[in-house]
């Protein structure tokens, strides 16, 4: 084996060992070649056990622009090429397509010197091959770039410390050839004093360090002395001990860039600081070039056209509304003098349109080294529809939405403020007049909620129509509507004006089936009074126009100070009651009902009492009313309730009657809208185990035309039950004779008023008379009320009217009493029926009896009730007087 064998062998063993390097051995004689494991690997074949490939499994490999090449150097090895070849060639791989190989390769000879072997390695440079393009590409990039951008050069001879500039250095500045010499000072002198340190610290360090190229960035004058930017970049020549001798490279013009660079800073500057919502227009302001920069979306914003120059501050400040002006530059400059940085206004105006809008800006301070604004910067956001929400919120807030009128709170607001201006500069007293529709509820129940709100609004629009300009006209409730009289400080003033709003609420309404009529209760407060709050005036407006309501209605009230106390009574009296009746300081009083033709007891009517700790006795006049309003009634009467039947069952089980004797419990309005009164009256019958048909509930007549329809469903229920109706206070409520008629009850009850004076006055005779015929043609018995005489007595007795209550027979009084008077009525009587027995009712109509017919009493005056030891009461009477009945 020759040496050069022996040595390639070895070679051969080193490189595969090495890993590196794949060997191949080409037999050419046989046309077979042997491939190493790491060549197989590097060409992408399979790790094969066979020795003998075919040549082509690797050259069919080869990248077909290398083929030819690696073709040639084989075959020329082949052909007595007397020196071992290398070639960079490409075969395919499998993952990342082309693959560098490095192939070395030398012919192999016999001993004939005839070569019969190829042998050689082959090595990946792919990773080198790689890198070596890319550095082509850049280096390719950069002289292109170089070329393009036709830098200047300079080479700085440190020895001498002289520079050569270029043509293209010297122009770059604007100088000619020979206008620039050979000194550094140039350059340098030329360079912005506050980039010349930078420059200076980059030379120095290149000068130490030395070897690595640098580039800097600095502005120079030119020829003009006009700014430009430059880029310098350079490298250190170093000699042999690595000593600089030479600064080479280039300068070029970057101004452009600089200031492309510039201005999209600026905007992105811009942009942050203003970029809330893609919709906002923009503005920055140069405090030292005065100069504004309006993004176009800003003049889109206000309708500006395009073509119009907008750059300085008046083309904003025109714009605003002067009204807002003041404010909007009061705000700049508190940004501006103040050490604040941000800014958010809101102002209005006037749009290319016409129009007015309202826009929001917010701004930041861009403030230099010295604290000095250098620009005011931000957004500008039309907010007209949000500010458009928001008047409108504050519009709801304050009106009523029905009307479209001022609200309660905004009068009170009104009023408030004239009170105060009042107190401030003693101005014009003014008054409050409050105008309630009467009975509108009645309308809204019956006719629906549609001819309600039309009533309401044809009477604001009537009421606008009549009030003094300048007068605030609220809406302060449902039916309640308020005006703030400016100007009046005389009763007599205000109640003219309080006619003119009547007459215009009173004008008939038009309805499809007819004419509707409203009318107003009015209740006045005058400032004059003296107020302390707004809602006090109001207050005493309601209370004046509450005074109007009980009077009637249709009428108007002016305020003053008795109706304040008394109100301020009501208001003790209120807090008192509440606690009344878990003290247990209500009772019940009975009032014998007599039966006019036998002058026997036939029933009770149970009369409400309350035993003031302070007062005394307090009659109902003085706290049902009350009761009524604070909705206390509705516990009170169901007590009174409970307690008169349970009462009357211990009676019915002491004195003992054919008919049983009956108990009236008067029931106000509200508690007969009251859903639990039935169940309740069931279970009272239930508990108490009385026949029904001995209760008998009392409601006004009033009360039942305040709502007939639903009056008669209620009676209805209530007569169901079996029990007895009454409709009291017969004669004052106006109520129609076809209601009368449809009504379920069983008495009337002849209001006192009638029966006073009835011998008297001859038109109450004529009512009374014609009362009871009604009741009997209706099937209904009498009672009449406030019987005092005996003159009325025997009137009633004349004309048919079956029963009678008054002081003449016994005022209503404890149950002890009534005990008493029982007693000694059935000591007389026993068991028998009224009817049954011969001896009538002569006994109350002697006056010396015993009994007392009380002087005509005050509200004040509690008289025999007030106490509780039982004052005489008349019963056994001797008869001295001839019966005024015809008995068989
Ligand atoms: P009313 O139902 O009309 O009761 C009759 C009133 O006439 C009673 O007044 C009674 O004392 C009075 N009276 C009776 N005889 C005479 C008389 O000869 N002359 C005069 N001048 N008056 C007479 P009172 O007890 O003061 O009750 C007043 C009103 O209070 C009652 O009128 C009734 O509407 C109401 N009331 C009383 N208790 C209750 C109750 O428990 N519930 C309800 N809802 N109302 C009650
Ligand atoms: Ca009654
Ligand atoms: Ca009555």
Request: proline letters at 5%.
């Amino acid at each position: 084996m020759s040496t050069l064998l022996q040595e390639l062998i070895e070679r051969y063993e080193l490189a595969e060992k090495a890993g590196n390097e794949g060997v191949w051995d080409w037999d050419l004689r046989t046309d077979t070649v042997y491939l190493s494991a790491r060549f197989l690997e590097l060409i992408g074949l399979p790790p094969s056990v066979a020795t003998a490939h075919r040549p082509n499994e690797w050259l069919g490999r080869v990248h077909p622009e290398d083929i030819d090449w690696l073709n040639a150097c084989l075959k020329g090895q082949a052909g007595g090429m007397p020196l071992p070849f290398h070639m960079e060639h490409r075969v395919r791989s499998e993952d990342s397509g082309w693959r560098w190989l490095l192939c070395r390769g030398v012919a192999v000879d016999n001993e004939d010197g005839k070569p019969v072997r190829l042998v050689g390695s082959i090595a990946d440079i792919t990773d080198r091959k790689l890198a070596e393009q890319c550095l082509r590409q850049s280096e390719e990039r950069y002289a292109l770039a170089a070329a393009a951008s036709n830098d200047g050069l300079y080479d700085w001879d440190l020895r001498t410390d002289t520079i050569y500039y270029s043509l293209r250095w010297k122009s770059l500045l604007g100088f000619a050839e020979d206008e620039i010499s050979d000194s550094p000072r140039e350059w340098l002198d030329r360079v912005h004093p506050d980039d010349l340190i930078w420059l200076q610290a980059t030379l120095d360090e290149q000068l130490q360090a030395g070897g690595k190229p640098f580039q800097i960035e600095y502005r120079m004058a030119d020829a003009c002395v006009q700014t430009r930017w430059m880029v310098c970049r350079g490298i250190a020549v170093l000699d042999e001990e690595s000593k600089p001798l030479r600064l080479v490279g280039s300068q070029a013009d970057i101004t452009d860039r600089k200031t492309t660079e510039q201005q999209l800073r600026e905007s992105e500057e811009r942009y942050a600081l203003a970029a809330r919502a893609a919709n906002d227009g923009l503005w920055d302001w140069r405090v030292d070039t005065k100069e504004i920069f309006y993004s176009p979306r800003w003049r889109e914003m206000l309708g500006i056209a395009p073509n119009i120059t907008l750059n300085r501050r008046s083309d904003w400040f025109s714009r605003v509304m002067p009204e807002d002006l003041p404010d909007f530059k009061a705000a700049l400059n508190l940004l501006y003098h103040s050490d604040r940085t941000h800014l958010e206004h809101e102002f209005r105006m006037r749009h290319g349109d016409g129009s007015v809008r309202w826009y929001l800006i917010r701004g930041a301070a861009v403030r230099d080294a010295n604290n000095i604004i250098a620009r005011l910067a931000g957004s500008m956001t039309d907010i007209t529809l949000r500010k458009r929400a928001e008047l409108q919120l504050r519009f709801d807030a304050l009106h009523d939405a029905l009307t479209g009128l001022p609200n309660r709170n905004l009068l009170l607001d009104r009023i408030g403020q004239g009170l105060d201006r009042l107190r401030r500069t003693g101005g014009h007293h003014f008054g409050v007049l409050l105008i309630d529709l009467d009975r509108f509820k009645t309308v809204n129940d019956s006719m629906g909620t549609t001819v309600g709100d039309l009533v309401l609004t044809t009477t604001a629009a009537r009421l606008l129509r009549v009030r003094r300009m300048g007068d605030t006209l609220a809406r302060i409730s449902a039916d309640e509507f308020a005006v703030l009289i400016e100007e009046v400080g005389e009763p007599a003033a205000a109640l003219a004006l309080a006619q003119r709003m009547a007459d215009a609420v009173c004008r008939p309404f038009r309805m499809a089936d007819g004419e509707l009529v409203m009318t107003a209760s009015l209740g006045i407060a005058l400032s004059v009074t003296g107020y302390e709050s707004a809602d006090e005036m109001l207050r005493d407006a309601s209370l004046a126009m509450y005074r109007a309501k009980s009077a009637g209605g249709a009428r108007s009230e002016v305020f003053d100070t008795r109706l304040r106390q008394h109100a301020l009574k009501q208001m003790r009296l209120d807090s008192e009651l509440r606690t009344a009746l878990e003290r247990q300081e209500l009772c019940l009083f009975y009032q014998p009902i007599i039966a006019l033709g036998t002058g026997r007891v036939h029933g009770f009517e149970a009369l409400t009492r309350w035993r003031h700790p302070e007062r005394g006795l307090v009659p109902p006049i003085e706290f049902i009313p009350l009761a009524e309003e604070n909705g206390l009634i509705v516990p009170l009467g169901r007590w009174a309730l409970r307690e008169a039947t349970q009462q009357l069952a211990v009676w019915q089980w002491a004195y003992p009657r054919p008919v049983p004797l009956s108990m009236a419990v008067n029931v106000s309005p509200r508690q007969f809208r009251d859903d639990d009164l039935i169940a309740l009256v069931a279970k009272v019958l239930d508990d108490h185990k009385i026949p029904a048909a001995s209760l008998k509930l009392e409601i006004t007549e009033g009360a039942l035309m305040q709502d007939p329809e639903g009056s008669e469903q209620a009676m209805r229920a209530l007569h169901d039950l079996g029990i007895k109706l009454a409709i009291d206070d017969f004669g004052t409520g106006y109520s129609s004779l076809s209601y009368l008629h449809r009504f379920p009850a069983d008495t009337l009850k002849i209001d006192k008023s009638f029966v006073s004076e009835l011998t008297r006055r001859r038109e109450n005779a004529a009512i009374v008379h014609v009362v009871s015929t009604l009741a009997a043609i209706l099937g209904m018995d009498t009672v009449a009320e406030g019987i005092e005489t005996q003159e009325e007595a025997e009137f009633l007795l004349d004309i048919n009217c079956s029963f009678g209550q008054g002081y003449l027979f016994a005022r209503p009084m404890p149950a002890p009493e009534v005990e008493a008077l029982m007693s000694r009525e059935h000591d007389k009587y026993g068991d028998a029926d009224d009817d049954g027995v011969d001896i009538g009712m002569e006994w109350w109509w002697t006056k010396d009896a015993g009994h007392t017919i009380p002087e005509a009493t005050g509200p004040e005056a509690t008289g025999p009730e007030a106490t509780s030891t039982p004052k005489t009461v008349a019963t056994n009477a001797p008869v001295t007087k001839k019966r005024p009945r015809t008995s068989h």
